[in-house]
C-alpha cells in the first residue's frame, strides 16, 4: 500500500504533482505511431499535454523522441478536471493552431485512471471522425487506414482527414530513448507553455466546479480472509499444499490425483 | 417531455451468447429501479435483432427501444452514439449504463460528450444513494483506491460496467415488456468511417471469466520467459492463464490475459497468483474466486493478505515445483 495516498479530502483530486514525471506508456505508444509515418512520409509532430508544470519533462522526453514542439496547457483553474472537461481544453488548443488535415494521435487509456475516455470525447469536441483501439495505422492519399481488432471483430476502417485514433495497448512498441537523447531533450528549452486565459476559456472557467462527475469517497479496500501461510523450501511447500489441498484442486481439474506417496500400490 | 426515472441499457448484443454483459446489467438495474422507481428500458440498435429483443425481455427488461434498419447493420460508433444521443434527449431517462466492452467504452463517453453529462468508467458496483443519486463504483488512481462517484446535476447519470461484475436474471420466457419500434430519424448524419473489411474472429478456447481454475502471474515471475512456464502448469490443470497490468505493459502476455481493471473479472474455483503484489485495479476482479493460493517472496503483499493459502517462495520456482508435483501425481 502507499504511504501517502495521492489523493486530496478536500477538493476532491488526485494531487497529480505527486506523480512521477514520466510519459503513460499509452502515450509512448501513439507517439511511436505518429513517429513511423513521419518516417514514411512528411510530417509535423506536435506534442501536447495538459498537467501541471512538471509535466514539462514528458514534452522534453516526446521531442528528443522525435516530437517537433512541445505545448503544456497548464493553469489552475484546469486542475481537477475530468474527462469531459480535460477534452474541452485539449480541443480549445487544437482547434486554434490546427486546420485542414491534421490527425490526432491519443493512446488509447492512461495507467492511472484508464478510462479511456478523452480520445472519443476529444472527437466529439472538434466534430471530427475517430477510431479507437487501431494497431496499425496508414495514411495514403489523404485517407486514413486504420486496422483493428475489437471484441472479437477484425476490421478494416477508413476516414478522411481530419481525423483521431487511439492506438491500441499492443501495438506500436515504443522505441527505446538513448541517454544522450534525454539530455540533449533538456537542453531544448522550447516548450510553449498556454493558459486558460491564452486558449480563451471563460474567465469563471473551474474544471474542478464544473465537472458533470464528482468524487464522494475513495477508499483502499482490504480483504478478509483466514490466511494460512506456508514458508519454507519449495518442495516442502508444494506437497504441504497437495497434503492438504490435493482434493479442491483435482476436484476443479476434473482430473484425480494421487495424494500421498504412500497411497501407491 | 419531461424527466423521468428509467433506467436505461444499451443493448450490446455483438458476440451474444458468449457477451452477457447486457443481461448482467438489466439485472441490475431491476434491483435499483425498485429504490428509485421508474422502469427498466432495453435500447437495441441494428437490423433483424427481434431474439435479442426477446432475451432482453426474458431477462428483465420492461420496455424495449427499438430501431431497425437495414444501414445499422453493422456497428457503427457514429450513427450509434447519435441515434443514443438522439434517443436519450427524446426520452429523458434518469439513467444508462452501458457494458465495458470495448464497443461500449467507445459510444458511452461519445454520447456522455453530446448530451453533456458525466460518465464513469468501468463501474464494479451500482448502489443508489439516500437523496436518490446513483453512485458509481470505481477503482482509480493509480491502482491504489477505489472511488465513489455521482452525477450531481447532470441528466442522464452515467457509467460502463465492467463485465461480470453482476448475476444475471434466469431466462424467464413468460416475461411481458412493452416494445417500442421506432424509424431511422431522417437526420441521421452520413457515416465518416467506412467499414472496408470486418471479420469474426472469436477466440476458440475456454474464456478466463469462465474458467474453474485460473493461473495469475505478475512480474514477480521474472521474466517472459519464466512467465510461459505458467502456460505450462495450465495445461496440465486445465486451467486458464491471467496477468496484471504490468505484465501486459512488458509484453510478457497479450492485452486478452489482462484480470481487472480494463480487463476481465474472474470466479474460478481456484486461483493460483504467482508474484503479484495486489494492487486494486487487480484485486477488485478477484471478489469471486472462491480458493485462492498467493505465492510471493513478500509476506506483506496485498495479495499474499487476501489468500486463504499464502506460499512465502519464489513465484517461478514454486511454479515448477507444482508443474512437476502435478506430473508426478497425475500418473498412472
Known sequence: MVSELPWDSRTGTLKRDLAQGMMDPASRRALEAALQIKETQPAYICAITMGPAMAREILHQAMALGADEGVLLSDRRMAGADTFLTSHILARFIQKECQGEYLVMCGTQTSDSETAQVGPQLSEELNIPAITYAGHVEIKDRVVEVHRHVDEFFEILNMDLPGLVTIDLSAYKPRYLALEGVEKAFENPDIRHIDARQLGLDADFNALKDSPTRIMDVYSPTAQKENRVLKGAVKKVVDQLFDDYGKVISSAMGKDLKTHEHDEA | MKRNKDIWVFGDYRNYFQNRVTLQILARA?????????????????????????????????????????????????????????????YQPETLLVGATRFGQEIAPRVAKKLKTGLTADCIDLEINTKGLLVQTAPSFGGNLIAKIITPVKRPQMATVRPGTFP???????????????PLPGDLPEDRIRLVTSEHRPSKKQKIEDADIVICGGRGMGSKGKFKKLFDLAALMNAEVGATRPVVYSEWVSHDALVGQAGKNIKPKILLSFGISGAIQHTAALSDAHFIVAVNKNPNATMMKMADVAIVADANQVCLGIIKAIKEKARD
Open chain 2, 168 to 182: 444475471e436474471l434466469p431466462h424467464d420466457d413468460a416475461a411481458n415488456g412493452q416494445v417500442m419500434v421506432l
Open chain 2, 30 to 90: 431491476v434491483d435499483l429501479s425498485t429504490q428509485t422507481g421508474g422502469t427498466v428500458c432495453a435500447v437495441v440498435l441494428g437490423h433483424r435483432v427481434d431474439t435479442y429483443v426477446a432475451e432482453y425481455i426474458a431477462h428483465g427488461a420492461q420496455k424495449v427501444y427499438v430501431i431497425d434498419d437495414p444501414t445499422l447493420r453493422s456497428y457503427s460508433i457514429e450513427r450509434y452514439s447519435w441515434l443514443m444521443s438522439w434517443l436519450v434527449t427524446r
